[in-house]
């Protein structure tokens, strides 16, 4: 009886909580759990198969890849690039993409304009081309590698959030706001943000997703996370040539950037149901 | 009163003309309104839609959206200080605080995303100054002026669990929570039901009172005006055109437009128990972006004079009349009125 009253009180969110709170924990603490040293190849245990048991060249139940490294370790410390990038990114992409967007539709005329021109030309440059072109410029890094997919990701907030303040700003309530004396700065943070939290929560779970798989991209092309460091995006992407001889070297980062997606989306889901007064 | 000696007005327009740019030119919303608001009065201003009486209240905010809308021309003290030409600070301190406002729409005028506790709160940190347990404490208490039931509570509700009326009421309570000087209520009861619109009309007395403060009630709801006003003010494609003492204004309307809205009203208490056809005006009001020569109303007033079609008569003491009760008519709606009533 209790365990089912239990069972129905969870939600998605606390499942998505759940597992994006362990995934974390392991790349915190990703040298005490991690079996193997993620870049030692050893080339005896090349393409070795999941297994539980022990063999010559130690355990490793994920298999190893084409350099004999253990996948599951790989997988935990790669874990952090690919977190740390992707909320990085996602968050830097976010403050600047709702900072424009609300800017934008709340001051309209000819900051809008010119804003949403800037909008319309970063959408329309090629990604790859951009990423290639920064990383010719300033090196690839950590730190780049945020910026560039910062800057693939504010658009979508910035067009969205536009939208939403357009019309929001012509709702009544900010008119009693102004009349009760609010300045447009506190307009847009007290009055307009938290009525815009629902799509960008929604834009931001999707836009996480989205940047880990662009990573994974990046990585492919030479220009993301760069070797020996693991990202799951380099190791899906390295593990795509074998995927017919060893399926495991694409299907655990695969299973991971998924499991993790899908975590964050039911975290979103849950987020915009607690941000929404009338539930 | 303050001073019954020399009343000071506490508001004092002076030929306010506001107007909007539009892609066929420009429309004449408010053209050369003048008038006083004496400290504690009670101003209704009547009048249809596009009469220019919410665009002349908005403008005495600075709440128009400059553009489209322009003021061309005019004065507005409030309280000694101009605010047409005030700086954008000082109308951000003097909005909620000199001057309260509570809009038509009770539904759509409160955040829905935040407590009404919080925004309450929010204009009693932003102007009083105060710090988070003095402005909650002020809060629950003005709540519960406005007949909140259980305000220590409801406090922490969202806006979707109070009804129309209450919600109107929270507005009240921000409009008046930094006991401002004058209220202005823009149409404040007409999205409401009439018993509610009784409740809160009562409330705004009582509160008026209360506070000593002025106010001035947009309404065309002479029903509305009957129940509340000190001072009555018609208005017409952005001019006044009669204005004067309750009374005066319903016994003896000296315009052809007030007598045609006294005409439009139902009559439950008629002494007679004859059965009166409501009379409504006919015609529509005129194109603002053109402002007709003469009087805007002679077009569809059946006691226009050959002058009211040419020049447009200005605000004066009416004849035999109270004093203060103003109109602007070329006729003299009394001789015109009893000649239509003997034939």
Not at chain 2, 70 to 99: P, V
Request: proline share 6%; with cysteine; hydrophobic share 45%.
């Amino acid at each position: 009886m209790i365990a089912t009253s239990f069972l129905k009180r969870i939600q998605g969110g606390h499942v998505g909580l759940l597992v994006l709170a362990i995934v974390a924990l392991l790349a915190i603490f990703a040298p005490l759990v991690a079996p193997d040293n993620p870049v030692r190849s050893d080339l005896r245990g090349r393409l070795a198969e999941p297994t539980l048991s022990l063999t010559a060249v130690g355990t490793a139940p994920l298999g190893r890849d084409q350099l004999g490294r253990d996948i599951l370790s790989r997988m935990i410390y790669g874990s952090r690039a690919t977190l740390l990038v992707a909320l990085c990114a996602v968050v830097v992409g976010g403050v600047v993409g709702v900072t424009i967007g609300v800017v934008s539709g709340f001051a309209g005329g000819i900051l809008d304009r010119i804003l949403m021109r800037i909008t319309d030309i970063q959408l329309a440059f090629p990604l790859m081309l951009l990423a290639l072109l920064m990383v010719a410029a300033m090196g690839a890094n950590f730190f780049n590698l945020i910026v560039v997919l910062a800057l693939t990701s504010w658009t979508r907030y910035a067009r969205i959030v536009r939208g939403e303040v357009l019309q929001l700003r012509e709702r009544e309530f900010v008119l009693s706001a102004v009349a009760a004396g609010a300045s447009a700065w506190r307009i847009c943070v007290k009055h307009i943000l938290p009525n815009i939290m629902a799509p960008i929560i929604v834009v931001a779970t999707l836009e996480l997703g989205r940047v880990i798989v662009m990573e994974s991209a990046l990585s492919f092309l030479g220009v993301g996370m760069q070797p020996p460091t693991p990202s799951w995006g380099r190791m899906l992407a390295e593990g795509r040539s074998y995927v017919s001889r060893a399926w495991w070297l694409a299907a655990f980062p695969g299973l991971g950037i998924m499991l993790v997606v899908l975590s964050i989306n039911l975290i979103g889901d849950w987020l915009r149901d607690v941000f929404d007064p009338k539930k | 009163m303050t001073d019954a000696r020399t009343p000071k007005p506490l508001l004092q327009i002076r030929d306010l003309s506001v107007r909007f740019k539009t892609d066929r030119g420009h429309v004449h919303a408010v053209n050369g309104v003048s008038y006083d608001l004496m400290p504690e009065e009670t101003l209704c201003i009547v009048g249809e839609s596009g009469s220019g009486k919410s665009v002349h209240a908005l403008s005495i905010l600075r709440l128009l959206p400059e553009p489209p809308a322009e003021i061309t021309s005019g004065s507005i003290r409030f309280d000694g200080q101009e605010l047409l030409t005030a700086s954008r600070q000082a109308m951000f301190d003097l909005r909620g605080n000199g001057i309260g406002m509570v809009f038509q729409n009770p539904m759509s005028s409160l955040n829905p995303v935040l407590t009404i506790g919080k925004q309450i709160t929010e204009v009693l940190r932003r102007h009083m100054k105060m710090d988070g347990k003095a402005a909650h404490r002020r809060a629950v208490e003005l709540l519960d002026r406005v007949r909140i039931p259980n305000a220590a509570s409801r406090v922490h509700s969202y806006p979707h669990e109070f009804s129309g009326g209450q919600r109107q009421r929270i507005m009240i309570a921000i409009a008046i929570a930094c006991n401002p000087r004058l209220l202005i209520a823009d149409e404040a009861t007409t999205a409401l039901d009439v018993t509610t619109q009784a409740e809160i009309i009562q409330l705004v007395r009582e509160l008026k009172w209360e506070q000593s403060m002025a106010v001035i009630w947009i309404t065309h709801d002479l029903g509305v005006v009957a129940g509340i006003a000190d001072t009555v003010q018609v208005m017409y494609a952005g001019g006044i055109v009669e204005r004067g003492p309750v009374d005066a204004i319903f016994n003896d309307p000296r315009n052809a437009y007030t007598l045609g809205l006294l005409n439009s009203l139902p009559d439950v208490s008629d002494a007679h128990g004859a059965r009166r056809s409501l009379r409504q005006i006919d015609g529509m009001p005129p194109d603002l972006h053109v402002l007709p020569a003469g009087d805007p109303f002679a077009p569809r007033n059946p006691y226009a004079t050959q002058r009211c079609f040419s020049e447009p008569p200005s605000l004066r003491q009416a004849e035999g009349a109270e004093p203060g009760h103003l109109v602007a008519a070329w006729y003299d709606l009394r001789k015109l009125a009893r000649r239509e009533g003997a034939a």
